[in-house]
Every structure is written in structure tokens, then in C-alpha cells.
């Protein structure tokens, strides 16, 4: 393997490559050095944008990595889905990708969006997720049918139904987690809510009301892919009892979805 002179250009001519793919309607896919194990050519954050008509941006650290990440990109590209990714350099070192597809109108790592948290619900639940997304660096929106008790959210929204939860104007950089105890209008929300294009559907509940629900949507017509995104019961399984504990694992899944990790421990 060969490798070429490499600078920050090579990050961001990947990234605004893929941008501008996207506002001429075109698809493409970001790869990006997520890992590094021993003294690779490369280094964490590196990019390589590929747009799916044609056209390679940026590096990953050398020719081989290069024409793997496109190889990748294709797919990920074809299949609709996120990889992850491993390429050797030699027997001792090599780096870990994310391959991730774009279509028009998403919005791509490393813009100025800032992702938001939507809490829809009211109680002790829906108040440690208002609290501690806004640690991460989420901004916070609170819906709640009637009064919200959430703390100091950045916006509150008042609905009388699931509804008109169609004016959220949700994006691919709202992550929802419903955090109410009403089932009936919890389940009418979250049809609703994969009309929009929040990457993730997050729904409390037990599996004994929630088991059922990707079924009855399955037969519904609703899409493998958009499918994928609905995660009940919410959250990783860290042994959470308290509404605190329920809202981390909550927010920690949020966080591997966006990151397109599956939020296994690290090695």
C-alpha cells in the first residue's frame, strides 16, 4: 500500500463533498477512521466521501484504504445501512471505520446542526433526559400534553393530541424518546412520528407492551429500514431502575446510534 501526502483538507473536502452531493440531490456516504490499533497510516477522524454517481473525496490514510472505503461506501450506499468496518495495514496495525449513506436533505457529521433531544411526556423520566441531554450537548425540547415539569428545557411544546405532533418538524439530527405512560397515545405518537426523519424512535415500556408493536407495524407496510430506527423497550441494558439510570441508558443508546455504534463495551 501506497500512502499520499495527507493535511485537514482531506477531512473537510470529504465532508463538503458528500454536503454538496446532497444539495444537487445526488446520494453519498461518509467514511471515517473511528479507531486506529498500532502505527497505521492514518489517523482518527480521517474522512473519505463517496458520491454515489461517481467521485472519491478526501483519504483515509493510503491507496488501500481508499479503494476498501469506496468499496464499502458503494454498498452502504446500495443497502441503505451503516457499517463498521476493519482494514489491515499489516499484521500489527490497522484502522476502524464508520460507513455511513446519505440521501438529499440529511445532514452530514461535522456541519454546525446541533442535534436535539425531543422528549415527549411528562415525570421523573422525561425530566432526568431533559437534564442530563442538555450535559451532552443535546438541545432539549419537551412535548407533553398539558403542563411539561421538565427542568429548563430549550423549547416546550403543548399538543392535545399524537396528532398534531406532525407541526415538530422533526430532522435527521432529532433524536425522540417518549417518555409518557400513556400507551394508547405513546403508540399512536410513534406512528406518526416515522413519517419524519428522526434518525432514532425511542419508546418506553416493558416488552410485555411493547413486544407486539414491530409486528403490528410490520404488517402495517412500515419498511425494514424505517423499522430500524424504532428502539422499545428504550435505551441500553444497563440494569437501570432508577428514572435517573433509565434516562443515562436512554441517552447512551441516543448517543451509539448517532456515533453508528451498537454500544458494546470497548476492547
Avoid at 190 to 197: E, P
Wanted: charged residues 25%; negative net charge.
Amino acid at each position: 500500500m501506497t500512502t499520499g501526502p495527507l493535511s485537514i483538507l482531506d477531512v473537510v473536502d470529504a465532508r463538503a463533498a458528500v454536503r454538496e452531493a446532497l444539495e444537487r440531490g445526488e446520494r453519498a456516504a461518509l467514511v471515517t477512521v473511528t479507531g486506529l490499533e498500532g502505527t497505521p497510516p492514518s489517523s482518527e477522524g480521517m474522512a473519505l466521501g463517496v458520491v454515489a454517481r461517481g467521485g472519491r473525496f478526501g483519504s483515509l490514510g493510503c491507496d488501500g484504504f481508499d479503494e476498501s472505503g469506496e468499496h464499502d461506501a458503494m454498498r452502504a450506499l446500495r443497502d441503505g445501512v451503516r457499517l463498521e468496518r476493519t482494514y489491515d495495514w499489516d499484521e500489527t496495525a490497522r484502522i476502524r471505520v464508520e460507513v455511513r449513506p446519505f440521501a438529499p436533505g440529511e445532514t452530514v457529521p461535522g456541519s454546525t446542526a446541533r442535534p436535539e433531544l425531543v422528549v415527549i411526556g411528562t415525570g421523573p423520566v422525561a425530566r432526568a433526559l431533559t437534564q442530563i441531554g442538555k450535559v451532552v450537548g443535546f438541545s432539549t425540547r419537551v412535548v407533553s400534553v398539558g403542563p411539561s415539569d421538565a427542568p429548563d428545557p430549550d423549547e416546550n411544546v403543548v399538543v392535545r393530541s399524537a396528532a398534531e405532533l406532525t407541526r415538530l418538524r422533526l430532522g435527521t439530527e432529532s433524536y425522540v424518546v417518549i417518555a409518557g405512560h400513556d400507551r394508547e397515545f405513546s403508540q399512536a405518537a410513534l406512528r406518526i412520528l416515522l413519517l419524519s426523519d428522526a434518525p432514532y424512535l425511542g419508546m418506553m415500556g416493558s416488552r410485555r407492551h411493547t413486544g407486539g408493536l414491530l409486528d403490528e407495524l410490520r404488517a402495517a407496510g412500515i419498511s425494514d429500514r424505517s423499522r430500524a430506527r424504532v428502539h422499545t423497550p428504550v435505551g441500553l441494558d444497563i440494569g437501570a431502575q432508577t428514572p435517573e439510570e433509565i434516562a443515562l441508558a436512554a441517552i447512551a443508546h441516543v448517543v451509539a446510534v448517532r456515533r453508528g455504534r451498537n454500544g458494546s463495551p470497548l476492547a
